[in-house]
């Protein structure tokens, strides 16, 4: 910065003092207006002192070629969260909300060589089977469940009602969760995110997992589950679960933010006032600009050494800034002239979602199965009041209500051969009891056969 050029003015509620001088990327200031974060934080250069929560420090890549210099070389910087450094010495607060999200586990997202390779490959080679236009039909049957189940009010809820609830459903049908084992895999993956005992709920959904792979070894199906056990990788029990449960975690929570995020733009964006053919534009538009991952991909350095003119110690957490690297300004310029999905929303390198395929799939047909049914959709309370999820991580919506004139039936496409039985997608339900028959995947299946 020279000497013309005035001193970045923080962004309300930024002050770096008291963080070690580390910007604190959480809390509602943070959650209001992240790009005004991002914008301070390119005053740092590619890289920036960050804090990601209390007590928790981190090095964020908020530019563009430099988070792809990151992500593409795993000679450099691994994956194996055990490599942390500060977490090892004691420095993370144990009960840091953070620290879920980057403990290790035996899964893919946290291996690195050839470890990685092989339970990379699994996981790829199993979500590439899935079919297209059978995963059409599954989401536009969750899709009319859920929009039967509040069309009469006339009013909804769309993070709650809808957003949250098309992938948990959807990725219980791609998985073959039969009905008891698919409500506590429901009642898990919500309350780790949403409910009091995350604790509890992960061991929930374990368990549920864990009996899942119990019986398609079994009796295997035509579902994600049996081909990732088919697999030449040849993973055992826990590595079967650790995947899955890597699969359904990662996968609903940024896959909920980007349908809600994308709906967000729909309805409150004039370009898109003609929404029918725009669906597409406004998702990429959404991954660009308001990615529902928006800092993460954590990194270590294997070794000590300089990186984009920041030095960097071995172990020390890399995160990078998704969010912040795609609306820089000369990678706004370039956009402008060329490809529009050159974004880093889905990553970058060895460790790029495995699903974005699917997911692009997933959110295109929820939201155009919508806004077919409920044409006149509007936001229901002004733009402005709309608050959004504070956390460093991932970018979504409280909330996102709606009003519409009420519908008293839904069309229905016919049922899969081989469905059984799901629910009312009110409040998280309580922990259904093994073989009971009211939770949300048994109400669902109910509906499709009656």
């Given at each position: 910065?020279?000497?013309?050029?005035?001193?970045?003015?923080?962004?309300?509620?930024?002050?770096?003092?008291?963080?070690?001088?580390?910007?604190?990327?959480?809390?509602?200031?943070?959650?209001?207006?992240?790009?005004?974060?991002?914008?301070?934080?390119?005053?740092?250069?590619?890289?920036?002192?960050?804090?990601?929560?209390?007590?928790?420090?981190?090095?964020?890549?908020?530019?563009?070629?430099?988070?792809?210099?990151?992500?593409?070389?795993?000679?450099?910087?691994r994956k194996d969260s055990r490599r942390w450094r500060d977490l090892a010495e004691g420095r993370v607060p144990a009960d840091s909300p953070v620290a879920p999200v980057l403990a290790y586990r035996p899964n893919c997202m946290f291996a690195d060589g050839a470890e990685h390779l092989r339970?990379?490959?699994?996981?790829?080679?199993?979500?590439?089977?899935?079919?297209?236009?059978?995963?059409?039909?599954?989401?536009?049957?969750?899709?009319?469940?859920?929009?039967?189940?509040?069309?009469?009010?006339?009013?909804?809820?769309?993070?709650?009602?809808?957003?949250?609830?098309?992938?948990?459903?959807?990725?219980?049908?791609?998985?073959?969760?039969?009905?008891?084992?698919?409500?506590?895999?429901?009642?898990?993956?919500?309350?780790?995110?949403?409910?009091?005992?995350?604790?509890?709920?992960?061991?929930?959904?374990?368990?549920?997992?864990?009996?899942?792979?119990?019986?398609?070894?079994?009796?295997?199906?035509?579902?994600?589950?049996?081909?990732?056990?088919?697999?030449?990788?040849?993973?055992?029990?826990?590595?079967?679960?650790?995947?899955?449960?890597?699969l359904m975690v990662a996968g609903n929570e940024p896959l909920r933010n980007l349908i809600g995020n994308t709906l967000h733009r729909l309805l409150t964006h004039d370009a898109y006032a003609h929404r029918g053919g725009l669906i597409d534009e406004a998702l990429d538009d959404t991954l660009?600009?308001?990615?529902?991952?928006?800092?993460?991909?954590?990194?270590?350095?294997?070794?000590?050494?300089?990186?984009?003119?920041?030095?960097?110690?071995?172990?020390?957490?890399?995160?990078?800034?998704?969010?912040?690297?795609?609306?820089?300004?000369?990678?706004?310029?370039?956009?402008?002239?060329?490809?529009?999905?050159?974004?880093?929303?889905?990553?970058?390198?060895?460790?790029?979602?495995?699903?974005?395929?699917?997911?692009?799939?997933?959110?295109?047909?929820?939201?155009?199965?919508?806004?077919?049914?409920?044409?006149?959709?509007?936001?229901?309370?002004?733009?402005?009041?709309?608050?959004?999820?504070?956390?460093?991580?991932?970018?979504?919506?409280?909330?996102?209500?709606?009003?519409?004139?009420?519908?008293?039936?839904?069309?229905?496409?016919?049922?899969?051969?081989?469905?059984?039985?799901?629910?009312?997608?009110?409040?998280?339900?309580?922990?259904?009891?093994?073989?009971?028959?009211?939770?949300?995947?048994?109400?669902?299946?109910?509906?499709?056969?009656?």
């Amino acid at each position: 910065m020279d000497a013309h050029t005035p001193a970045p003015v923080p962004p309300p509620g930024c002050p770096a003092h008291g963080t070690g001088g580390r910007v604190p990327l959480y809390g509602p200031e943070f959650a209001a207006d992240p790009q005004a974060y991002y914008s301070y934080l390119r005053h740092y250069g590619p890289t920036a002192p960050v804090e990601i929560a209390p007590g928790v420090e981190a090095t964020l890549v908020t530019d563009y070629q430099a988070a792809l210099q990151l992500l593409q070389d795993s000679g450099s910087f691994r994956k194996d969260s055990r490599r942390w450094r500060d977490l090892a010495e004691g420095r993370v607060p144990a009960d840091s909300p953070v620290a879920p999200v980057l403990a290790y586990r035996p899964n893919c997202m946290f291996a690195d060589g050839a470890e990685h390779l092989r339970l990379r490959q699994a996981v790829t080679d199993s979500m590439a089977r899935i079919d297209s236009r059978r995963l059409s039909h599954t989401v536009e049957q969750v899709s009319d469940y859920l929009i039967e189940q509040f069309g009469a009010r006339g009013s909804a809820d769309l993070l709650g009602d809808y957003a949250k609830q098309v992938p948990l459903f959807v990725f219980n049908e791609l998985f073959g969760c039969p009905a008891g084992i698919g409500d506590r895999v429901l009642f898990g993956v919500t309350n780790m995110f949403d409910g009091i005992n995350a604790e509890k709920a992960m061991g929930v959904m374990f368990g549920a997992l864990g009996e899942l792979v119990t019986q398609k070894r079994a009796r295997p199906g035509d579902d994600v589950t049996s081909w990732l056990m088919a697999h030449q990788a040849r993973l055992t029990d826990e590595e079967m679960v650790h995947q899955l449960a890597l699969l359904m975690v990662a996968g609903n929570e940024p896959l909920r933010n980007l349908i809600g995020n994308t709906l967000h733009r729909l309805l409150t964006h004039d370009a898109y006032a003609h929404r029918g053919g725009l669906i597409d534009e406004a998702l990429d538009d959404t991954l660009w600009e308001n990615p529902p991952m928006q800092n993460l991909a954590a990194h270590y350095p294997a070794a000590d050494m300089e990186f984009a003119g920041t030095k960097l110690q071995a172990g020390d957490l890399m995160l990078v800034s998704f969010a912040a690297a795609n609306t820089g300004p000369a990678l706004t310029a370039a956009r402008q002239a060329g490809s529009n999905r050159a974004h880093l929303a889905w990553s970058a390198g060895p460790h790029a979602c495995p699903s974005k395929e699917p997911a692009r799939q997933i959110t295109v047909t929820a939201i155009e199965n919508l806004l077919n049914r409920l044409p006149d959709v509007e936001l229901a309370v002004p733009e402005d009041s709309l608050t959004w999820r504070p956390g460093p991580f991932n970018r979504g919506l409280t909330n996102l209500p709606v009003r519409f004139t009420a519908v008293s039936g839904v069309r229905r496409a016919a049922a899969r051969p081989h469905a059984e039985a799901p629910a009312h997608p009110g409040p998280a339900p309580a922990e259904p009891r093994k073989g009971e028959r009211g939770g949300l995947w048994s109400q669902f299946l109910t509906w499709l056969t009656r």
